[in-house]
């Protein structure tokens, strides 16, 4: 069995496909020479701060750039993760036929920081769209809106703000939720971009996965989800969560050939 017949047969059990643990890097050229694709990639690197190592500003640039410009290659629609101080110079990274439609904020009153200075109290995400995908708005409406909308009588269709309210998972918040997993999002911040970037049936690719929050809501909103992390405790993590093992890549099939 070939990976892209592998991936199917995982997604068509339980909604999602864990590969095995590799480097973001491999798992896209992975992914790209099997002409395996999705219609939105969710990028969540290390923030270049400390956690996860530092690179020079140069090197960390291109890495980014390099992550965007793959996923172009297998998806419609683009989320990068970030602190607003390291990210916002990326705006400017769109990959060619695509360009940047939204600045969205996770807002969160709960930070626990003692740093002295300003407290952090949010955390972006830039949406990168290609010429010609569409957005889903229609996915938030409320009953009302929803007859209306089926009925053709709305002018215009009403989306979320762009900045979304939900309280870090610390403490008893999230008690529910949690993993494990030290800087685990939220799946109410998650189930935002998902919506709004899909409809069901639809397959969301997370290549630096951390406890799986992307195959979580993807199953519950009747996606489908492709998950990786380079990280092997993170994977035994969704495996838990999801209750679907990891697919088994043959070893000559990660003889990866870079793109």
């Not at 990210?87 to 695509?98: E, L, T």
């Not at 439609?101 to 996770?106: E, F, N, Q, R, V």
């Not at 195959?215 to 209750?243: Q, T």
């Amino acid at each position: 069995m070939n990976l892209k017949q592998a991936i199917a047969e995982s997604i068509e059990k339980s909604g999602v496909a864990i590969l095995p643990p590799m480097d973001v890097n491999d798992s896209m050229t992975l992914l790209i020479n099997n002409d395996i694709k999705a219609t939105t990639s969710i990028l969540d690197p290390w923030y270049n701060k400390g956690i996860g190592g530092v690179l020079p500003d140069a090197e960390y640039d291109e890495f980014i750039r390099n992550l965007l410009n793959q996923s172009a290659i297998t998806s419609d629609i683009l989320y990068l993760w970030g602190f607003p101080e390291v990210i916002g110079p990326y705006v400017r990274f769109a990959p060619n036929g695509f360009k940047m439609t939204a600045w969205l904020t996770w807002f969160y009153k709960n930070c626990p920081s003692v740093i002295r200075g300003w407290r952090s109290s949010q955390n972006a995400c830039i949406q990168f769209t290609r010429d010609g995908a569409s957005l889903h708005p229609e996915n938030f409406l409320n009953p009302e809106q929803e007859l209306r909308f089926d009925e053709g009588k709305m002018r215009f269709i009403p989306g979320p703000t762009s900045v979304i309210e939900a309280p870090l998972i610390v403490g008893f918040v999230g008690k529910n939720e949690r993993t494990g997993h030290p800087s685990q999002k939220p799946e109410t911040v998650f189930e935002r971009i998902i919506l709004m970037s899909t409809k069901k049936g639809d397959t969301v690719i997370d290549l630096m996965a951390g406890s799986g929050t992307t195959g979580s809501v993807a199953k519950k909103h009747h996606r489908s989800a492709i998950l990786c992390d380079c990280n092997e405790e993170y994977i035994e993590m969704m495996e838990k969560r999801l209750r679907q093992r990891r697919i088994q890549i043959e070893e000559k099939t990660l003889l990866i050939k870079k793109v």
